[in-house]
């Protein structure tokens, strides 16, 4: 559930700046971890590329169907990397 929360926090949020700083600062309010979240906005953007991945987050494109689990498995691989 947690997740969800992050997932909606973090396209829940204006296109005024960047969509990195945006998605950074709406993660970081929800996660509390600057690290995880710099990890996490490069993996998402890895997975479904810099372009649909910008899209997705200005809300210009529906989130793919698989985007829950993805960033579930993104956020707790981020975490795990860095507890190393």
Do not use: W
């Not at 970081?28 to 590329?49: F, L, P, Q």
């Amino acid at each position: 559930m947690a997740v969800l929360v992050v997932v909606a926090s973090c396209f829940n949020v204006g296109c005024s700046s960047s969509v990195e700083k945006d998605f950074k600062r709406a993660c970081k309010s929800t996660v509390g971890e600057k690290d995880i979240c710099n990890c996490v906005y490069e993996e998402m953007k890895t997975h479904y590329g810099e372009q649909q991945f910008e899209e997705m987050a200005k809300g210009e494109k529906t989130l793919s169907d698989d985007y829950p689990q993805v960033v579930e498995q993104v956020i707790y691989a981020c975490a795990a990397k860095l507890s190393r």
